[in-house]
């Protein structure tokens, strides 16, 4: 192996050497998080999501699966032709967690299911369990059966593994697994591409850690050979745009079919762009992400609006009550806005990454770690309920993935002849070690970053480290009014750069203080008219937060009406849902049995409707559901 690093750091996206990324990782174990929020979190995924994930994986099945495929134990194949990826994407979270925080024990138990792994692996490196032993005839004739999709997920883990660990145990076996795949696809004998998207960042990644340029020259081609109609209709039931085989990349202009599987190709897209700086490619991303953002997203950065092909549907068809938005396509959106930030710096990016890190992502898990949602709607009568487990278990290890690399995503930095600099994307509490260094001018930072966001826009960054360099501070999309910034308590002048990027360049002495203020009130927000179903309707945000409001703090949340912009006062409630900021304040209430009778349908009501005052509490939306079932909504009606 010719490591393009002789000494792996565990870095979430590599773009260290990619000549057309402007913006380059710093280490998860450079970042040391001490955020009350985030933290809380991170500790529960360690200590129960990730071990709990470990134990169902062994209930269900899947780790069984592969010791099946070793010989290890007899019996076929059960479960998902998936679930091999579940396994996989355990290993990553395992991997990203274990670089911050050392466990003997989590560790060898990790080692221990690579040895499996490895043992199942066939001589021509070939691996997956469900297409070994009455299946193996049937390798690589079915493309929605997602053999390369949980190639690419092993690869991601292997990575990972490798980056946080220093092991070449699991990488050695994605190494052979990879050879295999190049050797195979490439020609008209051997056509193909999954139906699933996802190998094709997870090769990139393999190509920066092993240097070998074959992994990249093969994602050129999964790339270049879809969107042509020639891989089977999905599952017998689907259009090709299910699967992203209905347009030639470089020609698509919005999101189509399959949400997660239309997210992760464009994350393998921009790190491909990354390295070979194709614009064409450049430009679809830019199209299908303004798409996106201006007629595809729902309101909590969540993706996909059917349920019957887990997807996007027409442009503004953002149902609430029956929003599909899967986790997994949440997490997807933070990982391509994060691909696209570092190739164009831009707080545009860094605020959709924020808004479904907070929002979409994090309310697909339960306050304790103990239960998952798949889908995230804006608007329920009390039914939606997390589960423990699914049968297609995608979402949990996701989530904890994500919030196990969140350290990677607070800072990046950039270098050019001119200017050395660090970018603060995310506003959490740490204390971080940056390397600034050049061949000529060895340098790491030293900064100090105190705050009680998202609750407050009270941002204090610290600096105890002499030198020239910039500092870029992002102004999140929901402040561009009101913010101030002050150096050593004196007012400070700063370019706004970069898509609202605040730009300190100076001579910094150690014990700089910089206090960043961003203004949080609470503010109604409203859907474009084409929304047909939020017409008339308002939500409520606050800072990076977007609230609603549940039955077991409001009387009938479905007849709640805003007449105005009410004076809704933040509130942190230390005993509510593990310590919340509450929106309270006073709404209308319908009074309809006081203006209709039991017809479904009656003339219209031309006078006025009588309403009475009704007191209001909108909490956080990651934090739904985590009480008795109730209804909840998002969307309210209101008459500004």
């Known amino acids: 192996m010719t490591q393009n690093s002789i000494n792996p750091m565990p870095i979430i996206t590599d773009t260290t050497r990619s000549s057309f990324a402007v913006l380059h990782p710093v280490s998860i174990i450079s970042v040391n998080l001490t955020d009350p929020f985030w933290e809380a979190r991170r500790r529960v995924n360690r200590d129960v999501m990730i071990p709990a994930q470990f134990r169902l994986c062994e ?45 003997p024990e989590l560790e060898a138990r990790m080692d221990g299911i690579i040895e499996i792994i490895a043992a199942a692996q066939q001589p021509d490196g070939y691996l997956n369990s469900y297409f070994m032993g009455e299946r193996a005839a049937q390798r690589w004739t079915n493309f929605d059966l997602h053999e390369i999709y949980c190639a690419g997920h092993l690869f991601q883990a292997a990575v990972a593994h490798y980056r946080c660990t220093g092991k070449t145990s699991l ?72 699967h992203q085989d209905n347009k030639p990349f470089r020609e698509m202009d919005r999101l189509y079919g399959h949400s997660v599987r239309a997210v992760y190709l464009n994350c393998g897209a921009a790190d491909l762009y990354a390295e070979t700086g194709e614009q064409a490619l450049l430009d679809a991303l830019k199209r299908m992400w303004h798409s996106m953002v201006t007629r595809q997203m729902y309101a909590h950065g969540g993706l996909g609006s059917r349920w019957e092909n887990e997807g996007f549907g027409t442009d503004y068809e953002l149902p609430n009550r029956h929003a599909h938005a899967e986790t997994c396509a949440s997490v997807a959106n933070v990982m391509w806005n994060w691909r696209m930030l570092m190739l164009e710096p ?61 350290p990677g995503y607070v800072y990046s930095t950039s270098h050019t002849d001119s200017e050395k600099a660090i970018w603060v994307h995310l506003y959490a509490q740490n204390d971080a070690a940056i390397d600034l260094a050049d061949l000529a001018h060895p340098l790491t930072v030293h900064l100090n970053l105190e705050t009680e966001y998202p609750w407050s826009g009270a941002i204090t960054l610290r600096t105890d480290t002499a030198g020239d360099y910039t500092l870029y501070l992002r102004l999140p999309g929901w402040c561009r009014e009101g913010w101030s910034i002050t150096l050593n308590d004196q007012s400070l002048s700063a370019e706004v750069t970069n898509g609202h990027y605040l730009r300190i360049a100076r001579s910094w002495q150690a014990g700089d203080q910089l206090n960043l203020n961003l203004p949080m ?97 909108a909490i956080p939306y990651f934090a739904w559901a985590n009480r008795a079932a109730c209804s909840m909504q998002v969307w309210l009606k209101a008459q500004p």
């Open 521 to 617: 009130p609470a503010e109604w927000i409203q859907s474009h008219p084409y929304v047909i179903e939020n017409q008339g309707r308002v939500a409520l945000r606050r800072g990076p937060l977007l609230y609603c409001i549940e039955g077991l703090d409001n009387s009938a949340v479905e007849l709640i009406e805003l007449k105005h912009l009410p004076d809704l006062q933040p509130e942190f409630i230390p005993d509510l849902l593990g310590g919340v900021v509450a929106l309270r304040g006073q709404a209308d209430m319908h009074l309809p049995e006081k203006h209709w009778t039991e017809a479904l349908y009656q003339p219209l009501y031309t006078t006025t409707v009588p309403t009475q005052p009704t007191p209001l509490t």
């Open 171 to 242: 990488l050695n076996i994605a190494i052979r697994l990879a050879d295999h795949i190049c050797a195979y696809f490439g020609s008209e004998a051997h056509f193909g591409v999954d139906g699933h998207p996802e190998i094709e960042m997870a090769l990139v990644e393999l190509y920066r850690v092993t240097g070998d340029r074959k992994y990249l020259d093969q994602v050129q081609y999964f790339i270049d050979v879809r969107g042509y109609g020639r891989l089977s209709k999905p599952y017998d039931r689907f259009a090709s745009d299910y």
């Open 346 to 406: 831009g707080a545009r990016y860094a605020d959709v990454l924020e808004l479904a890190l907070y929002n979409s992502v994090l309310s697909g898990v339960s306050l304790d770690g103990t239960a998952y949602f798949y889908q995230n709607p804006l608007d329920d009568d009390g039914a939606h309920r997390r589960e423990r487990w699914f049968t297609t278990a995608c979402c949990p290890a996701n989530i904890a993935r994500t919030l196990a690399e969140l």
């Open 59 to 103: 209930e269900t099945g899947r780790i069984d699966n592969l010791r099946k495929a070793a010989g290890l134990i007899p019996g076929d194949f059960e479960g998902r032709f998936y679930n091999d990826s579940d396994v996989y994407k355990l290993l990553e979270a395992t991997s990203w967690s274990l670089a911050g925080h050392a466990d």
